[in-house]
């Protein structure tokens, strides 16, 4: 056991001196978009934005869904949430941004 422990806390330290950061981390966000409660996962790694996840959404078919079916890839690629909104969809689009 004291082996074991020893390892780790030397992997430990190894890590710190050498700057590694913590891996991915995921958080959830709401908010309220055209057609009721928008809600998103998103896992962030590091200061950047990784996967973005629409989880619940009443937006317009069509319309709103556009936003849904576009920004979180063009959100995980950029590394934010600052990206374009969807014309025609803007207010999804900024709930969107919001939720993230």
Known sequence: MKKGMKAALCLLLACMLAGCTASADERTGETQGYGGTLKVR???????????????????????????????????????????????????????????
Do not use: C, F, Y
């Open 42 to 100: 998103v896992t962030v790694d590091g200061e950047k934005i990784s996967r973005v996840e629409v989880t619940e959404h009443h937006e317009t078919q069509g319309v709103g869904t556009r936003a849904i079916d576009t920004m979180p890839d063009a959100m995980a690629s950029a590394g934010t949430w600052d990206v374009d909104t969807v014309s025609g969809a803007t207010v999804t689009s900024n709930a969107l941004k919001a939720a993230v």
